[in-house]
């Protein structure tokens, strides 16, 4: 399989898919997009690479393919990794998927965007967030108090769904989740121990945006 993937550096959605592919052992393009510069929102590249206007794309042998959760399921379908193991597994995979996608990302990538990448982010709309994010890690670390990974006894996609946002500098998500919430740091470094494991930047690399914090 040839694998190109449109992504930014700080974009946690990219690094779900650059993680998944690293952990199964293959090797991907990597395409630096100027998502700083505003290229997904211009006509152009919605018509030419995701209609959506998101990032990342993922090109499997030339074929775009878009949203991390359907990828995901399709790269553990293939690699024969990180899937569920019979029905209920699979139900929980795509429950904890649906709600990473709807919540834990979507809070967490907005408020730290905004928190670190903007140069006046108004302060209503962080705090509403950030109490938005404080319910979702507060579910996250209860379910993760007495289980090693989200689903079952191995990680699976909703693992590594979930573990992206939470993976770059506490300096840009303010989250020291080391001191606040010590079930997701220990399930963090069970994640980190994974054969071929990186971090979010070694994974993208490329010309950063600028940092406010
Ligand atoms: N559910 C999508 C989320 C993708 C997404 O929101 N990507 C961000 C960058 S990490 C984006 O392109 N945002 C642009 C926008 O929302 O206008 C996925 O899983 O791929």
């Given at each position: 399989?040839?694998?190109?993937?449109?992504?930014?550096?700080?974009?946690?959605?990219?690094?779900?898919?650059?993680?998944?592919?690293?952990?199964?052992?293959?090797?991907?393009?990597?395409?630096?997009?100027?998502?700083g510069?505003?290229?997904?929102?211009?006509?152009?590249?919605?018509?030419?690479?995701?209609?959506m206007?998101?990032?990342?794309?993922?090109?499997?042998?030339?074929?775009?393919?878009?949203?991390?959760?359907p990828?995901?399921?399709?790269?553990?379908?293939?690699?024969?990794?990180?899937?569920?193991?019979?029905?209920?597994?699979?139900?929980?995979?795509?429950?904890?998927?649906?709600?990473?996608?709807?919540?834990?990302?979507?809070?967490?990538?907005?408020?730290?965007?905004?928190?670190?990448?903007?140069?006046?982010?108004?302060?209503?709309v962080?705090?509403?967030?950030?109490?938005?994010?404080?319910?979702?890690l507060?579910?996250?670390e209860?379910?993760?108090?007495?289980?090693?990974?989200?689903?079952?006894?191995?990680p699976?996609?909703?693992?590594?769904s979930?573990?992206?946002?939470?993976?770059?500098?506490?300096?840009?998500?303010?989250?020291?989740?080391?001191?606040?919430?010590?079930?997701?740091?220990a399930?963090?470094?069970?994640?980190?121990?994974?054969?071929?494991?990186?971090?979010?930047?070694?994974?993208?690399p490329?010309?950063?945006?600028?940092?406010?914090?």
């Amino acid at each position: 399989m040839a694998y190109r993937l449109h992504y930014f550096p700080e974009s946690g959605n990219s690094y779900k898919l650059a993680l998944m592919l690293t952990l199964c052992g293959e090797d991907f393009e990597p395409i630096w997009t100027d998502f700083g510069g505003g290229v997904t929102r211009t006509a152009e590249w919605r018509e030419r690479v995701n209609e959506m206007g998101e990032i990342p794309v993922l090109e499997d042998s030339g074929v775009r393919l878009t949203q991390t959760g359907p990828i995901l399921l399709r790269l553990a379908e293939r690699y024969g990794r990180f899937g569920g193991e019979d029905d209920a597994e699979r139900f929980e995979i795509l429950r904890w998927l649906f709600w990473d996608n709807h919540k834990l990302t979507s809070y967490m990538a907005t408020y730290r965007f905004l928190r670190a990448f903007t140069a006046s982010a108004d302060r209503g709309v962080l705090a509403f967030l950030r109490g938005r994010l404080d319910d979702c890690l507060g579910i996250l670390e209860r379910h993760l108090r007495d289980r090693a990974f989200v689903v079952g006894r191995r990680p699976t996609v909703a693992d590594i769904s979930i573990i992206a946002y939470l993976s770059f500098p506490k300096e840009e998500s303010g989250y020291d989740l080391a001191a606040t919430h010590p079930a997701i740091h220990a399930w963090q470094g069970r994640i980190a121990a994974l054969p071929h494991w990186r971090a979010p930047y070694d994974l993208l690399p490329g010309k950063r945006l600028r940092r406010y914090v």
